[in-house]
């Protein structure tokens, strides 16, 4: 999922100075309105995909587990979210356990006494 909103951001997102993730497809291109349903948004993208439909947030948090991985930081982590404190961001903080197993060295086999 993180990869289809980078494609958005990338390639299918018009340029505008507006701050906002999601604009209008028309022009003038400008942030949806307040009284935009986003969790209607998501659901009907899902149902077009052919996907089990599932509500914005699922994006949100899908895109800031991957961005760990891909180098960001925290701080970029919680800029991007918008989050007032540092510690709603420590969530993604997670260790990727299949990138550990592949740094893991052997355990020694202990001498026969």
Partial sequence: MGEAVTDYLRRGRARTADRRL???VRAPFAGLARNTCI???VRR????AGIEPFGPHRLR??????????GASLEEIG????HRSQRATL???KANITAL???ARPCPV???P
Avoid: E, K, N
């Fill in 110 to 112: 202990a001498a026969a």
């Fill in 39 to 41: 969790c209607t948004i």
């Fill in 22 to 24: 999601f604009i209008t």
């Fill in 61 to 70: 948090h899908s895109v800031a587990c991957d961005l760990p991985a891909d």
């Fill in 91 to 93: 969530i993604y903080a």
């Fill in 101 to 103: 197993r592949a740094l």
């Fill in 79 to 82: 800029q991007l979210l918008r």
């Fill in 45 to 48: 993208a899902c149902r077009r």
